[in-house]
């Protein structure tokens, strides 16, 4: 039911806008000037890390929100994980972010975005529209655990195709799982307790073969945004078969920071938006060797910490999901051996 919803509302949407949807979060929409000229800020997993309970974005997040709002982005777009808990804290997010950005913001959902069923108020969880003759796809890649089928894929076929009859210069795509990765010999390992399907996903047999077709004409670039929390930088960066592949995401920790698009004469140019005092390297800098090289260590634990790890894995609801189940197992075991 979901989906149908889903897609219901991206069609009258899509129908309706002149621009880009107005956003849900914040009620903004964004119009094309006369220049053709625009920008937009792509960044994931806004609350942060998962030890943090305050109902707040990422510290870092609002902390550089200044800079942000300096790069004065036409769009906002997250990656996916923008909520840890989204119903106690979409209160929270509201004053202290979406009310203070003068541009739409839209969601690539993620696993803790669909914790519940409080999200169908954020609905849809894809969708297309276009910026002058360029392509923006979001997609909901927890739908059908990491694949693109039914109503989305015929979404993404449509919106493919009408991309390449506006003969668009770019197409932008941006979902919460890096889908590309699944199995890629280069990137799949870099990328620990990534969210992902035991069973693999269809984009290397339905959703690459139109992106390969598509690339001809336009240039694709699809940003992601799930990196596991061991992740050396808040980016990956990795072209193949002529399409850029970027993963982004923060961590509320000092090397935060977004990635700033800005397309001028239909060419996109990328900039990174530190949100502390971090240093920062060109996007392509951040590429698989350089996660190999960084990765290589892992951090070094602080015992000093261990009362807190302990507290921390107390009180979360999934430790406690995993004791009970655990004990209605044992439970069921000792009522089948009584039995036989």
Do not use: C
């Not at 960044?43 to 942060?48: C, K, M, P, Q, T």
């Not at 989305?152 to 197409?171: C, F, G, P, T, W």
């Not at 077709?213 to 699809?222: D, G, H, I, P």
């Not at 920790?253 to 060109?282: H, M």
Request: hydrophobic share 40%.
């Amino acid at each position: 039911m979901r989906s149908i919803a889903a897609i219901l509302l991206v069609l009258d949407m899509i129908v309706v806008s002149a621009g880009t949807p107005r956003s849900v979060f914040n009620g903004q929409a964004f119009e094309l000037d006369s220049t053709g000229n625009y920008s937009f800020v792509v960044g994931g997993h806004f609350y942060g890390n998962s030890a943090a309970n305050s109902g707040y974005p990422a510290s870092s997040l609002l902390g550089g929100l200044d800079k942000i709002l300096d790069f004065d982005p036409d769009m906002l777009f997250v990656t996916g994980d923008l909520f840890l808990n989204v119903k106690h804290d979409s209160a929270n997010y509201r004053r202290a972010l979406f009310d203070r950005l003068p541009s739409p913001i839209y969601n690539a959902v993620g696993n803790h975005d669909l914790d519940g069923d409080f999200y169908e108020n954020f609905e849809p969880t894809f969708q297309y529209f276009f910026i002058g003759n360029d392509l923006f796809l979001v997609l909901d890649t927890e739908l059908d655990n990491g694949s693109i089928e039914g109503e989305q894929y015929k979404m993404l076929s449509s919106a493919l195709v009408e991309a390449e009859e506006r003969d668009a210069h770019n197409i932008f795509i941006f979902s919460h799982r890096p889908i590309w990765a699944i199995g890629h010999e280069d990137i799949d390992g870099l990328i620990k307790s990534n969210t992902r399907s035991l069973t693999g996903n269809n984009f290397n047999d339905d959703v690459l073969p139109l992106l390969i077709e598509t690339q001809e004409s336009a240039k694709v670039y699809w940003f992601s945004g799930s990196m596991g929390g061991q992740a050396p930088a808040s980016f990956l960066y990795h072209e193949e078969d002529k399409i850029h592949f970027i993963i982004t995401a923060i961590r509320d920790t000092r090397r935060d920071a977004v990635l700033g698009v800005t397309v001028n004469s239909g060419k996109a140019q990328f900039s990174i938006i530190p949100l502390g005092q971090s240093k920062v390297e060109p996007l392509e800098n951040y590429n698989v060797d350089l996660w190999r090289e960084n990765g290589k260590e892992p951090e070094k634990f602080n015992f000093r910490l261990l009362p807190y790890y302990i507290k921390t894995t107390l009180t979360h609801r999934a430790f406690w999901s995993g004791v009970v189940s655990v004990l209605i197992l044992l439970v069921v075991v000792k009522l089948i051996r009584r039995i036989s």
